[in-house]
């Protein structure tokens, strides 16, 4: 059974397994640093829902938080990396459609932060992305 | 002291030929099917010289041409358009040798009214070319020759000439003594680093050319280029990779390359070396960064400016030079690859075919091959900055162990009976991207027409995921095989293009306005298909000179240590499948499996026919 995306519920599927997974633990045991995802609209999904935020507090290779935020009732976290981009190509990501390197060096993923630390982080990062991966996403059809 | 004419006309290509011996000018305007079809940069350059690119040609000798050409973007205030080319035959391949610099000279050149300079002959003394706003003068140059190096000779060049805004390239010792691998250096360390064109100019004893211009860059559409240019420039400034690019230089994707295997360790011996990641564009940024540098217009600025201590503001090394004198060297302290840039800069000397030279004498030297007495008591070992620096000293100097040196990694090897181990392709020596981390790159080593280079696809880029779906080229595995085969071809044809524009290939402009651009500079009337085509022609006019050069399908390989795994990192256990990726490239390639020469159906597709025929382009 998969999870509506996006909602909450799939954000702490996501939490709970990024915390269980030993591979992402080892690897992400340095990084330092939440994130909020902001997500625009698309064509996939009902344009007026978006768009929304994801944040996920990512410490020492856990997460110690994660909530979805209505940007449009409450301010966004000052994160330290904030990502945009469409329900569409978010959804290619997390599927494994859209590599997620390549989702950033083409612009359909926008990416603010500490660079530094992201390009040290690399392993990390695409560690992460792993790991939305194994979390499954309901059919909408 | 002779005068040459201008011209500001529709969309023409205009050639300076300069005979360095008797000093003679002629002026040549390039219209018509050649100039649409070229367009300018390294495919005109191949176009201009076609038929003197001959095998028995010695590309040391007066006869032989060199080329400094500029492209029809050039100078203009498009994105990352402040670079030329210089080509010719290469002294270190003897096939097609060409070579890509950015800084403000080949802007310089455009203003002076000259889009290619086409040089030949020898002048009996050392000299300096002026070009002087119309005026062409050859300056002695016996008091550079031999004293001054590479940015001393640029300081002493302006003083000479009084002349505020003349922008000189130049070579150094090195191309004085007519090194295989000696570069033209320009502005501030801006280097044409490949194939030894800095040898060329020093065979005609031309130590520098000097260049200063008042003319408006021709546009066909002036107001339509500015709007176009604003527009992308915007865009560029929130590219991700111009981003990086600006905050931590051309190495900002050193740890992102080591962690999938691309960057080369210890000659491309091991996988892993501890300690890389404090050379890094970030951590450079976070140390010893003192400001940017940009070549003409661009908003990108990867150029580094570095201080150490209190020392003086310096060029800080590029990812090709820290990758070649560090990890490839087992050198990972930051300071010491400055000290090793600097020094192969101001001796003009190429640093990634030293550094695979000094690579290689060190594995033989491990290996047992080369002994201390050999070396005149150094003792070549890995991570040794201060021994590489004495090397670097020597090589320029042809003395003692460098004399060895000085002629580059095939040769060297050769000297030790042993051809195979120097990593090379048609004499070239391997950029730094691992085609066992990106088998992309296999087959862009492979195929160049310039031999193991990076610039003629920097397909590693694709391989982490800069893909232009807008003209193809997606993604694929890293570690793929044929499948990624039309991608390569499509990148190569799309990099060609870009050397003929002359535009920065780090500059991540979608094709489409690339397209624009074009349109609105030449006036005439392009789609992002007719580019690639354009490309595709120049390339495949490069692959007849090396055949005719008999650098064909024989030299489309590399030698058998990059067949073996490396035993750990990101690249542990595997190797490109080149044969077969070779295989389905001749065929998208039109180019025969026998000879890799292009079939006739291609030359016909690519207007390329009146060449076939003789090896003559007339």
Known sequence: ?141 | MMRYESSTEGYCYRVLHVDLETGQVRDEKIKGPAAAGFLGGAGMAAHLIYDELVPDLDPLSPEAPLVIATGPLTGTTGPAVGRYVICAKSPATWAWGEANVGGLFGPELRAAGIDALVLRGRSPQPVYLCLLNGVVELRPANQLWGHSDTYETQDLIKEDLKKPGVKVACIGRAGEAQLPFAIVLCDHGRVAGRTGMGAVMGSKNLKAIAVLGDQPIPLAGPERFSLLRARINRELRQDLVSEGLRDFGTSSGLDIFDYFGMLPKKYFREGVLDGVEAISGASMAETILSGVSTCHGCVIACGRKVRINEGPERKGPEYETKIGFGPNLGITDLKALVELGDLCDRYGMDTISLSNTIGLAIALYEDGMISGAQTGGLQLEWGDAEVVAQLVHQTAAKAGFGELLSQGALWLAGHFGVPDRALQVRGLELAYHDPRGASGMALVYATSPRGACHNQSPYYLVEIGQTREEIGIGMHPRQGGEEKVLNVVRHQDWTTLQNSLVMCIFANVPAGEVCELLTAATGYDLTTADLMRIGERSFTLKRMINVRLGRGVDDDTYPEPLFEPLAEGGAAGYVPPLENMLRVYYKKRGWSLETGMPDESTLQHLGLASYSHNHSKS
């Not at chain 1, 996006?6 to 591979?23: C, H, M, Q, V």
């Not at chain 1, 981009?85 to 390197?101: E, H, Q, R, S, V």
């Open chain 1, 1 to 141: 059974m998969g999870y509506p995306f996006p909602s909450e519920a799939w954000l702490n599927a996501l939490k709970d397994t990024l915390n269980r997974d030993e591979r992402y633990a080892e690897i992400a045991k340095n990084w330092e640093g939440d994130m909020t995802v902001i997500i625009e609209p698309g064509e996939r999904g009902d344009p007026e829902s978006f768009p929304i935020a994801k944040y996920m507090d990512l410490w020492h290779g856990k997460c110690r938080s994660a909530r979805v935020i209505d940007p449009s009732s409450e301010d966004l976290p000052d994160a330290a990396f904030t990502l945009r981009a469409t329900i569409d190509n978010i959804y290619k990501i997390f599927t494994g459609d859209l590599d997620p390197m390549q989702a950033m060096l083409t612009r359909r993923l926008r990416v603010e932060g500490n660079m530094a630390h992201m390009l040290r982080n690399v392993p990390t990062v695409l560690e992460f992305v792993r790991c939305t991966r194994l979390v499954e996403i309901e059919d909408e059809h």
